[in-house]
């Protein structure tokens, strides 16, 4: 009878989550859309035919598709601010048409969903977009880089079909002052909550404020809704470690005053003895798993996070600590496009731009000039990426989508912004703007310090753990005198200056309790933009446009931002190796340029141009040249064939520290190398050879664990090789791409900014010896098998297999 006893009660409590093991339904909706560029009467209507349609997968990026738009003859095609000069914005805006797509989807809602919740989540519709439910506009956005959700609850018709229509419109070229892209460019889900119990948009807030070695504080707040008369809300909290094994597991009553439904509310403060602590170099991260229960004892909702525990410090006297010790944010600021896959948000393509950077020595990036995805901060927490994370670029309607004023905007986006993202240990600091000190004309006519104020104090109802700031124009100082800092300046927690690491020393002299960000540092002041800083003091820079982008052009035929260390195809450029002997001192570089010509780009006056140069060794018979050798050790040697040509020491000097140059040095087809040593021992070789002609194409893969959940990729670089397996540069060689099996071609690359290509379809030319092209998996596991094909070279074939 014991037995039976023990049985029975064993049974009941299990009952509870065998009833209702998953209370809350989170539904893709990303994929078979139709979609249609260009405006449509009438296409939000359930009864439209769209069979004439094309079928797409979120995330989408329709304006990647569209043609270049040259200037026409005679046009300057500049980055001037003038509304008017369209065809000027559209050097901005990548040459892209702007325009209207259309996207629709049909949707049967489980009849069981009747009673319950259901929520249509965004993430994102570039620029602006309307939504329709059957017919009826039920949301939409004026800034597309903020999500939003709409309840459509008492709108469906459960267990018939129901028609989702989004207008994506790009606005006019002067909307934005870099290329933005079009439509569902980040996920779209369907939510189904309990009707009566259940979490709130982004309802959790997680902070560490006690954190060291030997013991951590958590407190877990969250936003719940409750409509049933209770007296006490029954709240489950398990923390789990990477492993998944629950290291706290705890249900508390908490009071519910029936008068307000929808509440904030202390779930829990938790100590943990011997935390593991989320760091750049180890990113560790646990899991907030919240569960809200009905009076029964079943699950009526839950929410889960991952979060880091960690403290950040900032101060005048260092700069920045992570968990007490002192780091240098060694950064990127640039756009939120992934090169030929435009605005559409793929997490792998962010992946591989993350890992690239924490190759180089990145640990901080700032996400210029608005929020990024979800998935980007996840990734950033992955990676033990430091995040500032920005809202908007000037305040100014113009460029914050257009079709409503910014003032109507704030007030929605900040709420939506911080929360968010307010979990993620990655983010350290949020920045509301960027460059808008120098327009008397914002808000209250006092150079955007009043709107400041209002902004600041609204984010602070959302969190108050990191420091706000607003970067500066490097043209924006108090308009009375040049020798002071702009009056907004005095209002941000971190002074944070785009270009003008210059003024950090009289600025505080002047005003000893200012933190100083250099928050955009331009490649060609590398090097004593970053060694001429007070390390000590500073909390680091990032520099400007290090991957090349579509957008910001200086003029066609170059699509895009061309100063960048890696081109648009992610390949390294020769000056990328400068950078690493910078951010990473403690490993040994060593890196051969050779200057082809000089570039005298000038960007909101300030020089961002760099020499270009190349690392191949294939020149004409007898020409001599200039070179750098890049590197962090002592001194190097440069060999051509084995000849010594000289040794020479690294200086010291922030203006030539890690970059040596060479002048005069004649070629002799064969090899050259540098071999680099510190304390009279060799650190690090590299050498350059003379190939030959090419003889085959050689594919290579990125991605080892590629899945079949229809929206991974998979990169694979085709290289042009002679007979010994050497990359050939000068091979220009048109490709052309086939594939077989569950994927699909979504992008072709090269580093070639100036092509006439489209970074769409299956063809690509070689540039320097390479492309990319970038595959996109479907949801049925199996083999895929890419050809690429040109004439006069051996054809490759690369066989992957999904799991």
């Known amino acids: 009878m014991k037995r039976i006893s023990l049985f029975f009660l064993a049974v009941m409590a299990i009952l509870p989550m065998m009833a209702d093991n998953n209370p809350r339904i989170v539904e893709s909706l990303n994929f078979d859309w139709r979609f249609h560029a260009g405006d449509v009467d009438g296409a939000q209507t359930p009864d439209f035919d769209d069979s004439g349609w094309q079928t797409i997968n979120v995330p989408h990026d329709f304006q990647i598709h569209q043609p270049w738009i040259a200037p026409e003859k005679g046009e300057k095609a500049d980055n001037s601010d003038a509304a008017s000069n369209v065809k000027s914005r ?53 800034y597309g880089y903020v999500g939003f959700d709409i309840d459509v609850t008492k709108l469906l018709k459960y267990g018939q079909s129901n028609v989702i229509a989004v207008k994506s419109n790009t606005q006019r070229p002067e909307n934005s002052r870099w290329y933005t892209g079009g439509g569902l460019f ?43 008369k209770i007296k006490d809300l029954k709240v489950n909290t398990r923390i789990l470690d990477a492993e998944g094994n629950a290291v706290y597991d705890a249900t508390k009553d908490i009071p519910f005053n029936r008068g307000q439904k929808i509440n904030e509310h202390i779930v829990d403060s938790i100590t943990m003895d011997a935390p593991k602590l989320w760091s750049c170099e180890s990113p560790y991260l646990y899991t ?25 410090e900032y101060s005048p006297e260092f700069g920045f600590k992570l968990n007490g010790k002192k780091v240098i944010f060694k950064g990127i600021a640039n756009h939120h ?23 180089y020595g990145f640990n901080h990036i700032r996400t210029s000039h608005n929020p990024y995805s979800k998935s980007f901060l996840d990734l950033c927490d992955k990676y033990g990426m430091l995040v500032v994370d920005e809202l908007y670029d000037k305040w100014l309607t113009q460029f914050a989508g257009g079709r409503t004023e910014w003032l109507n905007l704030w007030q929605q986006d900040i709420p939506e912004f911080i929360r968010r993202d307010r979990n993620h240990p990655s983010v350290v600091m949020w920045s509301l703007g960027n460059e808008l000190q120098t327009y008397w004309n914002l808000p209250y006519a006092d150079w955007g310090v009043t709107p400041y104020r209002l902004q600041r104090e609204l984010l602070h109802r959302y969190d108050t753990t990191r ?114 002997s910078i951010f990473k001192p403690e490993e040994p570089v060593v890196h051969i340029g050779i200057i082809d010509s000089d570039d005298n780009t000038v960007w909101n006056d300030v020089k961002v141009g760099t020499q270009r140069m190349s690392d191949h060794w294939n020149r004409k018979q007898g020409s001599s040249m200039s070179l ?97 397996g050497r990359r050939v540069r000068g091979a220009h060689n048109n490709l052309t791409f086939a594939i077989d099996g569950p994927a699909e071609i979504v ?55 999904k799991n």
């Open 467 to 580: 420091p706000v700031t607003v970067a500066m124009h490097p043209r924006g100082r108090n308009q009375k005198t040049d020798s002071l800092p702009a009056p907004l300046v005095h209002e941000t927690d971190i002074a944070s200056y785009n270009y003008r690491y210059m003024y950090f020393p009289g600025d505080r002299r002047r005003f000893p309790n200012m933190i100083f960000y250099q928050s955009e540092a331009n490649t060609a002041m590398m090097g004593p933009n970053y060694y001429e800083m007070d390390l000590d003091k500073v909390v680091g820079l990032a520099y400007w446009g290090m991957i090349d982008y579509l957008g910001e052009s200086n003029g066609w035929p170059a699509k895009g931002w061309a100063q960048g260390v890696f081109d648009i195809s992610l390949e390294p450029k020769p000056i990328a190796y400068f950078l690493r």
């Open 186 to 228: 980040r996920d779209v889900n369907l939510i189904v909550t309990d009707g009566q119990q259940y979490f709130t948009r982004h309802p959790l807030y997680i902070t560490t404020p006690v954190v060291s070695e030997q013991k951590a504080t958590v407190k877990i707040q969250a936003e719940m809704a409750c409509y049933l």
């Open 747 to 801: 992008g072709v690359i090269n580093g070639d900014i100036t092509s006439e290509e489209l970074t769409v379809g299956n063809k690509r030319r070689l540039y320097n010896g390479t492309a990319t092209v970038i595959l996109r998996s479907k949801r049925e596991a199996g083999k895929v098998t890419l050809t690429a094909t040109t004439d006069g070279l051996k054809n490759t074939k690369l066989v992957v297999r």
């Open 288 to 312: 907030a798993v919240v569960t809200l229960m009905r009076p029964d004892g079943t699950v009526a909702d839950r929410v889960e996070e991952h979060f880091g525990i960690r403290s950040i």
């Open 337 to 359: 496009t992934l090169g030929a896959l435009g605005a559409a948000a793929y997490p792998r393509a962010m992946e591989k731009r993350i890992q690239l950077l924490k190759e």
């Open 90 to 142: 559209l050097s901005s805006r990548g040459f892209k048409e702007m325009g209207i797509g259309w996207y629709r989807k049909n949707i049967t809602p489980d009849a069981s969903w009747k009673g319950k919740r259901v929520i249509l989540d965004f993430e994102g519709i570039m620029l602006v977009g309307d939504v329709y439910l059957n017919g009826q506009r039920v949301g939409g956005t004026d």
């Open 628 to 724: 750098y050798t890049y590197t962090n050790a002592d001194e190097v040697e440069l060999f051509i064939n084995g000849k010594s040509i000289g040794v020479k020491k690294n200086s010291k000097e922030p203006k030539t520290r890690n970059k040596i140059k060479w002048d005069g040095v004649k070629y002799e087809a064969g090899y050259i190398e540098a071999v680099a040593k510190t304390d009279g021992k060799i650190v690090a070789r590299h050498r350059i050879e003379t190939t030959t002609d090419a003889m085959a194409l050689k594919a290579e893969m990125d991605n080892a664990d590629w899945k079949a959940d229809g929206t991974d990729l998979q990169h694979v670089r085709i290289t042009a090789v002679d007979k010994k």
